[in-house]
């Protein structure tokens, strides 16, 4: 346990004496990576740890994500790791900037409309493919070169359009906004299922059937009722998800015209 203890303390304070600058500022990885690399020539690269944790994470979740486990799957000492990242408060930004860079490629040649539209969709795509990202907000700040990358596109194809630099924001925070919050949904919806032993959505309802049949003849909910007994497409995702976009996006543009 004692040494458990110690490698938990480790992972928390990145073993770096070092770390701050000192009066409260946080010194990002980024600025640390851009310093000249200290001899001997480093035997590893962010990237290569970067890709390691994503690959543990997108098989087993972002708790599976140790310095130790990430440790054994590079071939390196767990201490040794220390000289590249802090703790896995740095390896997780790693993370995080390594995938952004699949959403990072320009929507060139196309309005505003559709840069978002497209963005939305490989954001979306993005989240499905490594469903961890839902958790790292809490644990790492956005600003990751490639985060501030996507952000800094998404505000230069609203260049042009007459609106404020808060209203611009504003309108890619709530198109991001929706994107999370859908596919976060999508997500847990897929875990649960997993937990309950359900392969498709018929047999979660199977499983939950007793409890739907009670709230339904209660009488009390009936225009949710009229939504289960009518509802074609409670299963389609894919649907559901564009429909929401499309409407977000008709908003913005109903605002442009003001």
Known sequence: MAGKRADD???????????????????????????????PRA????????????????A???????????????????MGL?????GKDDVIELMVDAVYAEEARAAEGRDWREVLRVSALRLRALM????????????????TPNFVARTDRLLASLD????????????IGTVTAFVTGATTARIRMARLMRKEGAEKMD?????????????LESGRYPAFERYIREGVRKD???????????????????????
């Open 82 to 86: 220390y000289r590249y990242v802090r």
């Open 128 to 143: 499905l493919r490594h469903p961890w990202l839902v958790e790292t907000t809490a644990q790492a700040g956005p600003l």
């Open 236 to 258: 389609d995702d894919d649907w559901q998800f564009e429909l929401g976009l499309e409407s977000v996006l008709d908003g913005v543009a109903a605002r442009l015209t003001i």
């Open 9 to 39: 303390a480790a992972d928390d304070t990145g073993g770096d004496p070092g770390g701050n600058t000192g009066g409260g500022v946080h010194e990002s990885i980024w600025q640390r990576m851009e310093r000249p690399a200290r001899p």
């Open 160 to 171: 042009g359009l007459g609106l404020d630099a808060d209203t611009a924001m504003t309108v």
């Open 60 to 78: 087993e979740g972002l708790d599976a994500v140790s310095m130790r486990r990430l440790a054994e799957r590079l071939g390196v000492a767990t």
């Open 43 to 58: 035997a590893l690269t962010h990237a290569q740890i970067a890709a390691a944790a994503v690959e543990i994470a997108d």
């Open 203 to 215: 047999d979660l309802r199977t499983i939950y059937s007793s409890r739907m049949k009670w709230l």
